[in-house]
């Protein structure tokens, strides 16, 4: 099949080891193929409408902005008293597992499939549906495999994704790659050399992301590179340890205020740097403005796996040793800490790698792995990198979800039997997440559920909630829209 437009190619040197990125020919665009779509009425029979046309249907990167609140103030129609009025509006299949969670602009729900081994897909396949019924606007096949959660920028007509490769030491390169959000055709595609999950950010006209995978062993040079968001050029690297073959990895979603990029970092391999471990906030030409340290030994996988999230002048963010920390956003000091999860020990650290999110009066968190019977006898890591699919449920333990007031202390906790790796969705007073099978609305005062919706697979990617409603994706390769009903059509269905 043919591509949609001739790819540039364009070529750059490698500069320090082969982890750091390099320029290649960009890869041709896939022809758009609509795929079936099945769109359902509720459970009444009756179909239902969006609450909007779509045009402020606004959630473009990863917990909603850059602070990585998960918060969307525009939602005002779902309270805790009309959730559970949510019914399915539409349900698609893409015939492969998502990991990543979907994104929305201006009607336009951008969804990546993971693209696994025993797919019908030879490799990952981004998605734009159209939140108004779900049919395929376009398609753009990416290989490899991809767990990252996509950013649009809007002002560029941008959408930025990444795949990665899993060879051994990565001999075949990742690529960060850029697709027009009209038509889904390529704009540029940049190989590197790591794998890749921390969702992006688009500011200034520049591509800023992370590079993981420091984990013994491949020990990529992890860290944070920026690229020219025109043309997919390398505008600068910075490296969790400038070590090549050392490891460090910013596995979870980059947050960003404006001036700075701050972010998790994970372990190293064979030498202790003070960057991993930890946090860190770096200005926007790659200079390190403060570091943290959350586990001294950096050599220990005790990452801060999560994103970071920005909130009040503080950065909130959960390390594998259990702790939820608070600290200045502009000096990186502590201002408080919290034990989450007690059972998270050396050298197998599981205490969650969720990133919080706030309505301004909760903080949302998982904090990973728990033993039923005795906690502290044995265990192991509950953690999505253990495999290219990682178990979903581990015999004898559980996780848990936690509602955490803005000072630290636990209000509440619900158990699940398989892990939060993303964020939960916020609208006031309530947050919705992929609680095992089921999507669910908690309330944030008490940890309740207020509406609940079955679904066939297990849940990873997050959801997405806007002013047309709420839309999350399953294991299955399912994809969903919710939507509150009509009166008119609760009625007919009654009758």
């Known amino acids: 099949m043919g591509c949609d437009r001739i790819s540039l190619t364009r070529s750059l040197r490698f500069v320090a080891s082969v982890t750091i990125l390099a320029l290649a020919s960009a890869a041709c665009s896939a022809r758009p193929q609509p795929l079936p779509n099945t769109d359902l009425p509720d459970a009444n029979g009756i179909r239902i409408r969006a609450a909007s046309s779509g045009s ?8 909603y902005n850059y602070a990585r609140t998960g918060f969307n103030p525009s939602v005002t129609n779902l309270t805790r008293s009309s959730v559970p009025k949510l019914g399915l509006r539409w349900k698609v299949n893409l015939g492969d597992e998502i990991f990543s969670s979907p994104v929305i602009y201006d009607g336009n729900l951008i969804v990546v499939s993971e693209g696994s081994k025993a797919s019908s897909q030879p490799g990952s396949v ?18 490899a495999l991809a767990q990252m959660t996509p950013t649009i920028d809007p002002d560029a007509g941008l959408v930025i994704v990444a795949n990665e490769e899993r060879t051994h030491r990565n001999t075949n390169p990742s690529h960060v790659t850029a697709l027009s959000l009209l038509d889904g055709s390529l704009v540029w595609s940049t190989p590197v050399y790591a794998p890749m999950r921390a969702a992006p950010v688009v500011a200034g006209g520049s591509v800023y992301f992370g590079r993981a995978g420091g984990d013994p062993p491949g020990c990529f040079q992890g860290g ?26 910013v596995w979870g979603a980059i947050a960003y205020d404006g001036t700075h990029l701050t972010f998790g970092t994970g372990n190293t391999c064979n030498t202790m740097t003070p960057t991993a471990n930890g946090a860190v906030s770096l200005d926007l030409s790659g200079n390190v403005v403060w570091s943290m340290v959350a586990v001294k030994d950096s050599r220990y996988d005790a990452d801060t796996g999560g994103g970071t999230m920005l909130f009040n002048g503080r950065a909130h963010f959960i390390n594998k040793n259990g702790m939820l920390y608070s600290l200045n956003d502009e000096t990186g000091h502590i201002d408080w800490s919290t034990v989450l999860n007690p059972y998270s ?11 919080p999110t706030t309505d301004g009066a909760t903080m949302i968190e998982g904090s990973g792995l728990y033993k039923n019977a ?15 699919r990682p178990a979903e449920v581990f015999s004898g333990y559980h996780s848990m ?4 007031n803005l000072s630290g202390r636990v209000l509440w906790g619900r158990t699940m039997k398989n892990r939060l790796v993303g964020y939960v969705a916020l609208v006031p007073g309530i947050g919705f997440i992929g609680l095992n099978q089921d999507f669910v609305a908690l309330n944030l005062k008490n940890g309740k559920t207020l509406w609940s919706y079955a679904t066939p697979a297990y849940i990873d990617a997050s959801m997405v909630v806007v002013p047309s409603g709420v839309y999350g994706a399953d294991d299955g390769g399912n994809v969903y829209a919710f939507a509150l009903q009509s009166s008119n059509s609760r009625r007919q269905g009654n009758r």
């Open 56 to 63: 402020n249907d606004n959630w473009p990167t990863f917990a």
């Open 401 to 404: 979800v936690q509602g955490v």
């Open 374 to 388: 005795a906690p502290k006898d044995g265990g192991g890591e509950f953690c999505m990198l253990a495999a290219v």
């Open 224 to 249: 944070v590179s920026a690229l020219n968001e025109s043309t997919g050029d390398v505008e600068w690297n910075w490296n969790v340890d400038p070590k090549p073959h050392n490891g460090g990895a």
């Open 345 to 355: 020990e050396a050298p197998t650290w599981s205490g969650g790698f969720t990133t």
């Open 126 to 143: 981004v998605y734009d549906l159209s939140t108004a019924d779900g049919h395929v606007i376009w398609q753009y096949a990416m290989g």
